[in-house]
């Protein structure tokens, strides 16, 4: 039995939402990257957060979370 032919058979198992959700991820796997098909602005944003994570230039998210509520509860003051 072929991949597809066992992927068919598989699928046969799979409600009309779940089938829904495999073409899609089928399509996101042979599509192009995100990164490939991003502006190059977008590119130069994702270069500089991935340089500033290997400088160790990042805050752990749970202070993170915290600055973020402490400015949503200022807000709403």
């Known amino acids: 039995m ?3 032919e066992q992927l068919a058979n598989a699928a046969q198992a799979l409600s009309t939402d779940q089938l829904d959700g ?3 991820y089928t399509r996101y796997l042979s599509s192009d990257s995100f990164y ?3 502006s190059s602005d977008v ?3 994702i270069d500089r957060g991935i340089a500033d994570a290997e400088a160790g230039n990042t805050k752990q998210g ?3 979370i ?3 509520n402490k ?3 200022a807000r709403r003051s």
């Open 2 to 4: 072929t991949k597809v």
């Open 22 to 24: 495999l073409i899609a």
């Open 36 to 38: 490939a098909s991003a």
């Open 43 to 45: 590119r130069a944003s």
């Open 62 to 64: 749970t202070q993170v």
């Open 66 to 68: 915290e600055q973020l």
């Open 71 to 73: 400015k949503i509860s």
